[in-house]
């Protein structure tokens, strides 16, 4: 995608006025530059509105008060759930569970159904792009039962070899999971060929839509996968909510993973029976307010448009692509737009420079005002892949404009000058 084709995908700049942070100025008068929504993203202030008037005029605990306001919080609390409903093209409401986050969703997924389905031998099918999230709950399962890890292999330049899946889809593979979008790499993986081919060989699919879902379009039955995964915090949302997504007769089987109160339909002196869904998987005080503002959230992206969003982001990698690509002694991360096409990519560019460290990059990169992130992006097997031990990550969103990449290229093109080498030979030091 060339530049002068892709700016006239760009949402105009007056929805940076949604988002009040953004207008600030750091390290004295520098001009917030914020790429840094892969992480974690800002908020509009629709969604900071929703919790003021949540805490203000609705709050109390839900499914449990018969006084004005537990009905209040109760109905805002479901209406959020059957807005995520429609938001993920889920059949029914009572297949999206409320959790803390994506890694909640997860690890739910892999301590009720994995337990329960996961057994000595058998395999479970990751890729080498995943984050630790999509990770570690798989080897702790395994390390439970005593099931193998495998891995789908990917290219040099960060795409999964697809066509080499069905290689790995054996007998033994239980489950699937990897994720929608790289959050290092930026690779979109084409998520319903994937399930399909899953779905075809018996085997269980979990999608990470962490970076996904606040991007792209989600349909979970058009996908056709088993379970999903999301935060919303990454999604204009307030942190400590996320979503589960589960098939209906897949999360009906599964025992509940945390034990306490709102989880159980009768309790007994020595046992329990469970509660419906989505009561079963939602112990406890739920993330009341937090959710609410989900659904506020979930509003404001539906309003803008997911596919007018995923534009706009291909426009500004595409002019990021473009912009650092000429800076001298910088390696792009992923799959190249330009040779493969804009569809490949989400809205974000991980980088290595031959000097200075990504730490350092992303330290003078703030003196400037330009926030961006760096590490191993909780992708530390991904980073030993690529034969690096960190990255810098520049992430963008709707929020985020064509001048503030020009920001980052020019900030990162001082910084590769400063570090430069001269070419001057060190002087011997006197005897």
Request: glycine residues 8%; proline residues 6%.
């Amino acid at each position: 995608m060339k530049l002068a084709e892709s700016t006239a995908a760009l949402l105009p700049e007056s929805i940076r006025d949604d988002f009040p942070i953004l207008a600030q100025t750091v390290h004295g008068d520098k001009q917030l530059v914020f790429l840094d929504s892969a992480a974690s993203s800002q908020r509009p202030r629709q969604v900071i509105d929703a919790i003021v008037r949540c805490y203000e005029h609705e709050y109390a605990n839900v499914h449990r008060g018969i006084h004005v306001l537990s009905e209040r919080a109760t109905d805002g609390y479901e209406l959020a759930r059957r807005k995520a409903q429609e938001f993920l093209g889920a059949e029914h409401a009572h297949e999206v569970i409320f959790t803390a986050g994506t890694t909640a969703s997860i690890n739910t997924v892999a301590r009720s159904w994995g337990d329960a389905n996961v057994g000595a031998g058998d395999e479970i099918l990751l890729t080498p792009m995943e984050h630790h999230s999509n990770l570690v709950p798989w080897f702790q399962l395994a390390d439970r039962t005593g099931a193998v890890i495998k891995h789908l292999p990917m290219t040099d330049d960060g795409r999964l070899e697809v066509d080499r899946l069905g290689e790995f889809l054996t007998t033994k593979t239980k489950l699937f999971a990897f994720t929608a979008v790289s959050n290092t790499l930026g690779t979109v993986n084409p998520v319903a060929k994937l399930c399909r081919q899953a779905r075809a060989a018996g085997v269980v699919t979990l999608v990470d839509a962490a970076q996904s879902a606040p991007h792209l379009p989600t349909d979970v039955r058009a996908w056709d996968c088993d379970f999903l995964a999301l935060s919303g915090h990454k999604m204009c949302g307030p942190s400590g909510v996320g979503l589960l997504y589960g098939r209906e007769a897949l999360l009906d089987a599964m025992p509940p993973f945390l034990g306490g109160g709102s989880m159980i339909n009768r309790v007994y002196d020595d046992h329990f029976t469970p509660a419906d869904l989505p009561g079963k998987f939602e112990a406890g005080t739920p993330p009341i307010a937090p959710a609410i503002a989900l659904g506020a959230a979930i509003d404001y992206l539906q309003s803008i448009g997911l596919d007018r969003i995923h534009a706009h982001e291909q426009a500004l990698v595409a002019h990021a692509w473009e912009r650092l690509s000429a800076i001298e002694g910088i390696r792009l991360l992923g799959p190249s737009p330009i040779e493969h096409g804009p569809d490949i990519r989400a809205g974000l560019v991980s980088f290595v420079l031959d000097r200075p460290h990504s730490h350092d990059i992303a330290q003078l990169l703030d003196n400037e005002g330009v926030a961006v992130r760096a590490g191993h992006h909780c992708t530390q097997p991904l980073h030993d892949r690529l034969g690096i031990t960190a990255s810098t990550r520049a992430s963008f969103y709707l929020y985020n404009t064509l001048a503030e990449v020009d920001a980052l290229a020019e900030a990162l093109t001082t910084v590769r000058d400063r570090f430069k080498p001269t070419g001057r030979k060190r002087r011997p030091r006197e005897a």
